[in-house]
């Protein structure tokens, strides 16, 4: 059982956490309320204030129906319809769009909201039930959306005027529809591509966020556990010498040791202080990976060490390598050759390799779901990464011993939106994103190999960057 100075020292670490939470959330763009069984805020976020104009010090125990009055169709909604009221009656969650008006400024709000049951033992009859409220300002996006259709309805009013007009036309005309056409499917592909680049834009920003927040206090525990090792084999040393020049204690003494068990103490204290800084030295590695992972430069030219951006992508993987209920464990084989620093835009290239080894698991996984060998044979999932500096070029091949891929499947499968993967699990921009990246944005070349056992994807791009 851990004793009380233990326990304190755990507390007070969690109440730095949950302060350190706080603080996070009060920093999003989001406003964030928390609402008792009764409908009185209990705690809202430093966006939350903005958007009502008012400090916390006036909002906490307020009627969130008073305080968040929304309308709908232009008319105000009533009690029962609003979110906190629909959260409190169904008990489910949901997201909706709704109109608040402050004085002259009216805005369209996303609002999700979520229904939480507490514990009744150690919380106040009001607070036994909860309602979250997340707010986001999309006046903007829906703005934008409704000028995009509007602008879709009108090109394709056009395009069928146009294929009516091509229709009594000649060859010339008809050549014509075939451009506009092409033109719209790739206004479609640049939007899909636009759309998917902005969340992983937003992602990086999440996890530097993360990794940032994180970083500050392991760094304090690492840096503190070399002087914990020292004290505690000072301390260890200084037994050690009384037990030497005085062999025969008090009985107190005696007694005392005994009941703290001093000889399992001196054996277990040096390999705890161990433990711990391997533990840390993890946590550090792992935010390390992060930072590099997620780039906040990524669009930005300039040298960098591709090995460094695969082991990092192969630690924010390593949940999918581990072994799981009906796989073993993924092997990564790493063939690392000696690589100069690459100019290039290393946020870019790391979304690379995640897509790449992503699929490779994907096919492995995939192969082991349809095998028919039995349980004492099983399929040993591998993926091999080989590095090589070939006169000028970096190459990069990710090997899997996956499903494989046919003919007909090699030649579509960097075109927008082709998948084989079903319906809700791919949007088939993955690898035409990846394409984009290697060949238009880095004058490289990507290419896919169909293998007797799986498949390769070999990545070259030139050490110096080159205009596309």
């Not at 169904?90 to 109109?99: N, Q």
């Not at 899909?192 to 990086?204: I, N, P, R, T, V």
Request: a negative charge; hydrophobic letters at 40%.
């Amino acid at each position: 059982m851990l004793d009380r100075q233990s326990q304190t020292s755990q507390i007070g670490r969690l109440r730095a956490t949950l302060s350190k939470m706080e603080i996070a959330l009060s920093t999003i763009e989001e406003c964030i309320v928390w609402t008792n069984a009764v409908g009185k805020i209990k705690w809202c976020n430093a966006s939350f204030e903005q958007l009502l104009g008012r400090p916390r010090l006036f909002l906490l125990e307020q009627s969130a129906l008073a305080c968040l009055p929304l309308w709908a169709g232009g008319q105000p909604i009533a009690e029962d319809a609003h979110p906190v009221t629909i959260a409190q009656t169904t008990g489910a969650h949901d997201k909706r769009d709704f109109e608040f008006r402050n004085g002259d400024r009216a805005i369209v709000l996303e609002i999700a909201w979520s229904f939480v049951e507490i514990d009744t033992s150690s919380s106040p009859q009001d607070d036994t039930s909860s309602v979250v409220l997340v707010l986001r300002d999309v006046t903007q996006q829906r703005q934008a959306l409704q000028r995009q259709k509007q602008i879709e309805a009108f090109l394709e009013e056009q395009v069928a005027c146009r294929t009516r007009e091509l229709q009594e036309a000649n060859e010339k005309l008809h050549r014509e529809t075939i451009q506009l056409r092409e033109l719209l499917a790739e206004l479609k592909r640049t939007q899909s591509q636009l759309f998917q680049a902005e969340k992983m834009s937003s992602l990086g920003q999440l996890v530097a966020g993360i990794a940032h927040e994180i970083n500050n206090p392991v760094s304090f525990i690492y840096g503190n556990l070399d002087y914990m090792q020292s004290h505690a084999n000072d301390l260890l040393d200084f037994v050690d010498l009384h037990e030497t020049h005085y062999p025969e204690p008090p009985l107190a003494i005696v007694e005392k040791a005994t009941e703290i068990d001093l000889d399992f103490l001196r054996a277990d204290l040096p390999k705890l202080v161990a433990s711990m800084k391997v533990g840390a030295d993890r946590i550090r590695h792992i935010v390390l990976s992060l930072r590099t992972f997620s780039r906040m430069d990524e669009a930005v030219s300039k040298e960098a060490d591709l090995h460094a951006g695969l082991d990092s992508t192969l630690l924010i993987l390593q949940h999918r390598l581990k072994a799981i209920p009906g796989r073993g464990e993924i092997e990564v084989r790493r063939d690392f050759g000696e690589l100069p620093l690459v100019e290039c835009c290393p946020g870019e290239l790391n979304q690379v390799f995640m897509n790449v080894l992503s699929n490779a698991i994907d096919a492995i996984e995939d192969r082991i779901e349809h095998s028919f060998l039995t349980e004492s044979e099983p399929h040993r999932g591998c993926i091999t990464i080989q590095t090589a500096n070939e006169a000028g070029w970096i190459a990069v091949r990710i090997a899997d011993n996956g499903s494989g891929v046919s003919d007909r499947v090699r030649d579509k499968i960097f075109n927008p939106f082709f998948t084989t993967k079903p319906a809700g699990k791919g949007t088939g921009l993955g690898m035409s994103i990846c394409h984009q990246i290697v060949v238009e944005k880095h004058a490289g070349r990507l290419e896919c190999r169909s293998q007797p056992d799986g498949t390769e994807f070999a990545i070259h791009i030139p050490i110096e960057r080159q205009e596309s």
